[in-house]
């Protein structure tokens, strides 16, 4: 492998957002301060236009790590080795720091939902997951990077919690886990346990970095929707986060109705007055 | 690597009840859906109890979520069309569309590649040669969007072909560039969309259009009909003599040449 875990989780690149096309403009041309950017892998994948020439003036200037939504890790279909190569490929091209994706699966039978469908959380699809994530780690050369994601059901009969699923996975593949607060608040109302006492039973030594987004509220459930400013309830958390963890890098998402990059940039600051960061890696 | 049986099953019933065109409801009482999973055998044995909401309503997130989703996606793409037929009708359409076509691809960018041929065969649509040429134009730009990446041909590399090779010279295209001989004018349609003054769907009449890639812009360019021809010629790998043929004595096809190189629609020249 070319990297480790521990140097992964030891990195601590400071206060994020993510790359969108409505910034491109801004960010070209005003060149802020960014501490690092996050780009959705698939963006930048089959395409030879403007975005690929936007994501190499991006990568020469700040520090990049790549978010992906089609992975399909979960998934009983044959893992996809033309998608992994090319993901690997635009990590060469972007210099990213890691790859990460969802603990979920897109698709069956050759069909792409795009959407991040759950797991049942049974030993069964726990060894089917540590054999893909396995197999995925072996042909990227590098632990994997995974996201808990918002889930709007549970299944029944299932043999693990989330978060013991989640430790269960990691110790068996040593991939890293990327903690989205937001979607543990959005889960722990959704389905009913406690937001607080998840976190501390995450393996933390395990956490890369952190995701932080806003969501809608329905009279029955929470959606998680990035449309939005972060809530106070997963702030706090994201406070408490930083506590059980000691601080990781974290990164802001928003991907609809998507207001001016200093605006975005802002809401993403805001996380300074909840974290503590460790000794952070110096801009490039 | 062998899947478990029972996570195979159960991904393949939850994905027919996302994909449904109906409702999460609908979906599970499909012969599909109760081949795969009982209907009786939802609630409670296959997804868990939750106080506030049944199964089928926590189902039904992700089914609404799935057509909203991809018709945003294909909103995105084919804006024009869905001005034209208004956002329930586009709705429709793309329900069906995702019926024959569902996505299967890792990127969103390939989902409305078989569009325009479905819009095309959509025989009770109104004004369907009109919108499925419209379509084709919509998804020209952004096939030229995301077209590999080229270099175009230097004008020295033209300098360099000796005078008499002129006529067997042959180009290679750059793969962002496109030809469409439409039988309505949909350019002048979509340009007027563009500005915000969009117009009844036009009488039918040619135009001659090139879509490419130049400087990560996509241009769309109206050409005559005979320009159209030498170019089609050029594209097909014809040489340059040949291709010149398809004009009429008279024309400004060297202008026309020139045209075609300093925007960049070739990347090679062969003079054998």
Same mark, same amino acid.
Do not use: S, T
């Given at each position: 492998m070319t990297a480790t875990l521990s140097s992964l989780t030891s990195t601590d690149l400071g206060i994020g957002v993510g790359l969108r096309t409505a910034h491109y403009g801004a960010i070209l041309e005003e060149k802020p301060q960014v501490d690092f950017f996050e780009i959705l892998s698939e963006n930048f994948m089959h395409t030879g236009g403007r975005p690929v020439h936007v994501l190499d003036e991006v990568a020469a200037r700040y520090r990049v790590v790549m978010h992906g939504v089609s992975m399909n890790i979960g998934s009983t279909d044959p893992l996809d080795r033309a998608y992994l190569r090319e993901l690997k490929a635009l990590q060469q091209r972007c210099k990213a720091r890691w790859i990460s994706d969802h603990i979920c699966w897109t698709g069956v039978d050759g069909n792409n939902l795009h959407d991040l469908l759950p797991l049942p959380y049974t030993k069964a699809a726990l060894r089917h997951l540590i054999e893909r994530v396995n197999a995925v780690q072996d042909l990227l050369e590098q632990p994997l990077v995974l996201e808990n994601p918002s889930t709007y059901l549970q299944f029944a009969? #299932?043999?693990?919690t989330e978060t013991q699923f989640l430790t269960e996975l990691v110790n068996a593949t040593g991939c890293g886990l990327l903690m989205d607060v937001n979607n543990v608040f959005v889960c722990a109302s959704n389905h009913g346990f406690d937001a607080e006492q998840y976190l501390r039973e &995450? %393996?933390? #030594? $395990? &956490?890369v970095y952190f995701h932080l987004a806003g969501h809608s509220v329905f009279e029955t459930h929470r959606l998680d929707t990035h449309d939005r400013p972060v809530c106070d309830e997963v702030w706090q958390l994201y406070r408490l986060a930083n506590e059980l963890s000691g601080g990781r890098s974290t990164m802001l998402e928003w991907d609809a109705d998507i207001p001016s990059f200093d605006a975005v940039h802002a809401e993403a600051r805001k996380a300074e007055r909840f974290r503590s960061p460790r000794d952070m890696e110096a801009a490039s | 690597m062998t899947a478990p049986l029972e996570l195979r099953q159960l991904q393949r019933w939850f994905a027919h009840v996302v994909a449904h065109p109906k409702t999460a409801d609908a979906a599970m009482h499909s012969r599909r859906a109760k081949q795969l999973v009982p209907r009786r055998d939802v609630?409670?044995?296959?997804i868990a109890d939750n106080p506030r909401m049944s199964a089928a309503a926590m189902l039904q997130v992700y089914n609404g979520g799935y057509l909203a989703r991809l018709v945003e996606v294909l909103r995105g793409d084919f804006g024009c069309v869905h001005d034209v037929l208004g956002g329930c009708a586009f709705e429709r359409l793309v329900s069906r569309y995702l019926e024959q076509f569902p996505s299967r691809h %890792? =990127?969103? =960018? #390939?989902?409305?590649? $078989?569009f325009p041929m479905f819009v095309a065969r959509r025989r009770k649509l109104p004004q369907r040669a009109f919108l499925a040429e419209l379509a084709q134009l919509e998804l020209a730009v952004q096939v030229a969007f995301d077209a590999d990446e080229f270099t175009p041909l230097e004008g020295d590399m033209l300098a360099g072909v000796p005078q008499e090779r002129w006529d067997d010279a042959r180009f290679v295209p750059n793969p962002s560039l496109q030809l469409f001989a439409f039988r309505h004018p949909v350019d002048t349609f979509y340009q007027a969309w563009r500005e915000g003054e969009p117009g009844d769907a036009p009488a039918p009449q040619r135009q001659f259009v090139a879509v490419f890639r130049k400087h990560d812009r996509v241009w769309r360019q109206r050409l005559p009909k005979a320009s159209f021809a030498v170019l089609c010629a050029l594209v097909a790998g014809r040489p340059l003599g040949v291709a010149l043929a398809e004009a009429t004595a008279g024309e400004p096809v060297g202008e026309w040449f020139q045209g075609y190189a300093a925007d960049g629609l070739f990347t090679a020249v062969d003079a054998g």
């Open positions: 009969g #299932q043999d693990f &995450v %393996p933390w #030594q $395990h &956490v | 609630a409670g044995n296959v %890792p =990127n969103l =960018n #390939q989902l409305g590649r $078989h």
